[in-house]
T-cell receptor, first 113, second 114 residues
Framework: GEDVEQSLFLSVREGDSSVINCTYT??????LYWYKQEPGAGLQLLTY?????DMKQDQRLTVLLNKKDKHLSLRIADTQTGDSAIYFC?????????????FGSGTRLQVQP | DVKVTQSSRYLVKRTGEKVFLECVQD?????MFWYRQDPGLGLRLIYF???????EKGDIPEGYSVSREKKERFSLILESASTNQTSMYLC?????????????FGDGTRLSIL
């Protein structure tokens, strides 16, 4: 199957760390992505990780990949109110002839001041 | 920076109308995509195109068609709009390559069918 699953909602306090989790089912996935969608806007690419990596860090963002468990997480350090948005996890596959992504349903992150 | 521009942010049409949603990208990308976004369902792929005049069906193509006459422009067509096509429509593009390249998205068109 090609399911990508995420929890629907996460609430944190400003200054805390946020961890958004995602599971996927297809072990042939090559790249895994995190996108951010602010209200009324399109999707903004935050970061991505190749499937042979375990971790990727980019400023306040840390992506962890557990390939054995097919689990991906996005950690946002020192979460700010401007981080409030919907976060989508997505996967892509190599060599299928399709270059589209399979998206999760999105996690709405609410940051309390 | 890559720019993907969707012609309308908001659109209201009537049942049975033929509706055109336009998308233009300025980075010479080979691949272009149309998704629809509905609450709780994430993004679902309608159609994509990997070259001029080339197209492939996505997961939910029924009721839609597409046109790619020029590399930079990808149009989504609702042949006879119905109320269940009320949704947010997102266009994206990326480079063709052996390994996947990140997709870049437009700001979306919120379409209401009355």
């Amino acid at each position: 199957g090609e399911d990508v699953e995420q929890s629907l909602f996460l609430s944190v306090r400003e200054g805390d760390s946020s961890v958004i989790n995602c599971t996927y089912t297809d072990s042939s996935s090559t790249y895994l992505y995190w996108y951010k969608q602010e209200p009324g806007a399109g999707l903004q690419l935050l970061t991505y990780i190749f499937s042979n990596m375990d971790m990727k860090q980019d400023q306040r963002l840390t992506v962890l990949l557990n390939k054995k468990d097919k689990h991906l997480s996005l950690r946002i350090a020192d979460t700010q109110t401007g981080d409030s948005a919907i976060y989508f996890c997505a996967e892509s596959k190599k060599g299928t002839g399709r270059r589209a992504l399979t998206f999760g349903s999105g996690t709405r992150l609410q940051v309390q001041p | 920076d890559v720019k993907v521009t969707q012609s309308s942010r908001y659109l209201v049409k009537r049942t049975g109308e033929k509706v055109f949603l336009e998308c233009v990208q300025d980075m010479d990308h080979e691949n272009m995509f149309w998704y629809r976004q509905d609450p709780g369902l994430g993004l679902r792929l309608i159609y994509f195109s990997y070259d001029v005049k080339m197209k492939e069906k996505g997961d939910i193509p029924e009721g839609y068609s597409v046109s790619r006459e020029k590399k930079e422009r990808f149009s989504l067509i609702l042949e006879s709009a119905s109320t269940n096509q009320t949704s947010m429509y997102l266009c994206a593009s990326n480079l063709r390559g052996f390994l996947s390249q990140p997709q870049h998205f437009g700001d979306g068109t919120r379409l209401s069918i009355l």
